[in-house]
């Protein structure tokens, strides 16, 4: 069992930044590809960004590409989400999940093939 943990959300000013953690618990980390989801209200979960097992390859959505970064340090088990220039449609729940079976961009941008989830963080950015 892993259990994720977020933290960093919080209100925000459209253009500013925030910086979301994801602690994970357990020695297996590094054998989980990860990935940062949102959800507003009254609508589904998206994908937002995925990381692969040992950071190498990263994935975007169309929406946060070259504003988001994830990012992780698997010697300290977190996996991070650095976001700038926010705007206020990034409004939203954000969740971070590991996966054991998706490393590709068709694996990790799909929320049913991760097996663990976090509570969420709430990030609202003000116009």
């Known amino acids: 069992q892993v259990q994720l943990v977020e933290s960093g959300g919080g209100l925000v000013q459209a253009g500013g930044s925030l910086r979301l953690s994801c602690a994970a618990s357990g020695r297996t980390f590094s054998s989980y590809a990860m990935g940062w989801f949102r959800q507003a209200p009254g609508k589904e979960r998206e994908f937002v960004a995925g990381v692969t097992r040992r950071g190498v390859s990263t994935y975007y959505a169309d929406s946060v590409k070259g504003r988001f970064t994830i990012a992780r340090d698997n010697a300290k088990n977190t996996v991070y989400l650095q976001m700038n220039s926010l705007k206020p449609e990034d409004t939203a729940v954000y969740y971070c999940?590991?996966?054991?079976?998706?490393?590709?961009?068709?694996?990790?941008?799909?929320?049913?093939?991760?097996?663990?989830w976090g509570q969420g963080t709430q990030v609202t950015v003000s116009s």
């Open positions: 999940a590991g996966t054991t079976v998706g490393n590709t961009w068709l694996t990790l941008s799909v929320p049913s093939k991760y097996d663990y």
